[in-house]
């Protein structure tokens, strides 16, 4: 199976987690899950869009260029004196201007001296630097009907409108095991055999930035009867994610031990790499189980590539998509996948470099990378130059 045709797979069976209210200060990065209708008109009254002179475009029509200035007007403040022909106020940024009133001269093209005002100007329009009623958004038109994450453009506009708690998408409950006999607790010792799980960490993070934190975590050795055990307690979870042992090995026990409880596979292998070996399933009571291969870039590219695309998808949202960007110097590759390579910025570009690495058991392979661009399949080589699809870690 493509990894395209795997993702399409999981945006039909991904499912909603529900949806909760939050304050709004606890709303960032969440998905609004709320149709947002605007309280009023916006903005809420003419506003004055520089300190100046507000005055008749009658009077200024008339040919009068000397005002009387009668009262200053202050952001928050209405003014208490009627505009009478010849007259002026002095209004500052962001205050209502009197309806009376349809021109802002700016104060650098008027003098004011003694209680009397001179317009410098030749021209005006009327309504110059008025920001009129309503010219953003009327009472009750529709600001936004579909779910978006929640930015702090969006914070402000929620702020705006007066909601200071928001309906958002509930998010998934999560459950992380990693698998492996010669896995080892990061600080404990290490022989030379060993290796030290960095998957747990990497997954952690990988759902911190989808702003999860796992519900349950554990490492289980290569034992049937310990994975089963451990799955059937994560199973509770919305989200199951594994490491290791799903590859073809006589201790790759994932997969059996999952069908075993029921789940039913919906893909084993991607045309991908790496990550070729990733299993993908369902659990009767609709939990998602991702078992990824354990090597650390396969772990985060099918993370990327797959458990994202589920996620964003039962948010209602879509998975971010990868960006065109011109790769620097010729890359090629002998197999017939889609392989994913780290790359990084050149410095005051718009070009991508290949991060060197030595396959993706290596430790430092996306150390220096911005994220990972695809080489695709049946395509031999990439030129120097070429356009090829980037997503960001």
């Known amino acids: 199976m493509?990894?395209?045709?795997?993702?399409?797979?999981?945006?039909?069976?991904?499912?909603?987690?529900?949806?909760?209210?939050?304050?709004?200060?606890n709303a960032l990065g969440?998905?609004?899950?709320?149709?947002?209708?605007?309280?009023?008109?916006?903005?809420?009254?003419?506003?004055?869009?520089?300190?100046?002179?507000?005055?008749?475009?009658?009077?200024?029509?008339?040919?009068?260029?000397?005002?009387?200035?009668?009262?200053?007007?202050?952001?928050?403040?209405?003014?208490?004196?009627?505009?009478?022909?010849?007259?002026?106020y002095k209004i500052m940024t962001g205050a209502a201007t009197p309806v009376q009133a349809d021109v802002i001269v700016r104060r650098e093209d008027a003098v004011e001296e003694a209680g009397s005002v001179r317009i410098m100007l030749q021209t005006v329009k009327p309504f110059q630097n008025i920001a009129r009623q309503g010219e953003d958004l009327r009472q009750h038109a529709v600001i936004l009907d579909r779910p978006v994450v929640v930015t702090p453009p969006v914070i402000s506009l929620?702020?705006?409108?007066?909601?200071?708690?928001?309906?958002?998408?509930?998010?998934?409950?999560?459950?992380?095991?990693?698998?492996?006999?010669?896995?080892?607790?990061?600080?404990?010792?290490?022989?030379?055999?060993?290796?030290?799980?960095?998957?747990?960490?990497?997954?952690?993070?990988?759902?911190?930035?989808?702003?999860?934190?796992?519900?349950?975590?554990?490492?289980?050795?290569?034992?049937?009867d310990l994975l089963k055990r451990s799955f059937e307690k994560a199973l509770a979870a919305d989200l199951v994610i594994a490491s290791g042992g799903v590859s073809a090995g006589d201790a790759d026990y994932v997969p059996a031990?999952?069908?075993?409880?029921?789940?039913?596979?919906?893909?084993?292998?991607?045309?991908?790499?790496?990550?070729?070996?990733?299993?993908?399933?369902?659990?009767?009571?609709?939990?998602?189980?991702?078992?990824?291969?354990?090597?650390?870039?396969?772990?985060?590219?099918?993370f990327m590539l797959l458990v994202r695309t589920w996620l964003h998808a039962g948010y209602g949202i879509a998975p971010p998509a990868p960006l065109p960007m011109q790769l620097r110097a010729a890359r090629s590759k002998k197999n017939n996948l889609d392989e994913f390579f780290p790359v990084r910025l050149v410095p005051g570009t718009t070009t991508l470099e290949a991060v060197p690495f030595n396959g993706s058991g290596d430790?430092?392979?996306?150390?220096?990378?911005?994220?990972?661009?695809?080489?695709?399949?049946?395509?031999?080589?990439?030129?120097?130059?070429?356009?090829?699809?980037?997503?960001?870690?």
């Open 2 to 25: 493509l990894y395209t045709e795997a993702q399409e797979l999981l945006k039909q069976l991904a499912r909603s987690f529900g949806e909760e209210q939050v304050p709004l200060e």
């Open 30 to 88: 969440r998905v609004l899950h709320e149709k947002l209708v605007a309280d009023r008109d916006y903005p809420p009254f003419n506003r004055a869009a520089m300190d100046g002179y507000a005055l008749r475009y009658e009077d200024f029509q008339k040919g009068i260029r000397e005002y009387t200035l009668i009262e200053t007007i202050y952001a928050g403040q209405e003014a208490t004196t009627d505009l009478a022909e010849g007259a002026c």
């Open 158 to 224: 929620l702020a705006a409108i007066g909601k200071g708690a928001v309906n958002v998408a509930r998010r998934p409950v999560a459950a992380i095991i990693t698998t492996g006999n010669e896995v080892v607790p990061v600080q404990s010792p290490v022989q030379r055999v060993q290796i030290r799980n960095s998957n747990t960490a990497l997954l952690q993070s990988m759902l911190a930035k989808e702003g999860i934190t796992p519900w349950w975590v554990e490492h289980v050795p290569d034992d049937r």
């Open 257 to 302: 031990v999952l069908e075993s409880l029921g789940v039913q596979q919906c893909f084993h292998k991607l045309q991908i790499r790496p990550g070729k070996p990733v299993w993908c399933g369902q659990a009767p009571n609709k939990a998602m189980v991702f078992a990824l291969p354990g090597n650390p870039l396969s772990c985060m590219v099918t």
């Open 363 to 393: 430790i430092r392979a996306a150390l220096h990378a911005d994220g990972i661009a695809l080489h695709p399949a049946g395509k031999e080589r990439v030129e120097g130059g070429e356009m090829v699809d980037y997503w960001t870690i």
